[in-house]
């Protein structure tokens, strides 16, 4: 977890925090927005460095994304 900026590591918390750690209980960026405490666009960065490193999953949806976190 060393290499994660300090807000990935606030979103990943969240995930965890959200118990969103499968598919079936993803949350929206706007959930996890809410509980990391962080701006919409800071934490949509911080979800998509995540995605990227490999410690969340996000599952297109029809209306808003879902996230995940996989490690």
């Known amino acids: ?20 750690t499968s598919p079936d209980s993803m949350k929206t960026a706007d959930d996890i927005m809410r509980v990391s405490r962080l701006p919409k666009g800071m934490a949509n960065n911080a979800l998509m460095e995540l995605v990227a490193k490999g ?10 994304a879902g996230y995940y976190a996989i490690k």
């Open 1 to 20: 977890m060393v290499e994660l900026t300090p807000n990935a590591q606030k979103v990943y918390d969240a995930l965890k925090k959200l118990g969103a």
């Open 55 to 64: 410690y969340a999953k996000r599952v297109a949806r029809e209306k808003a």
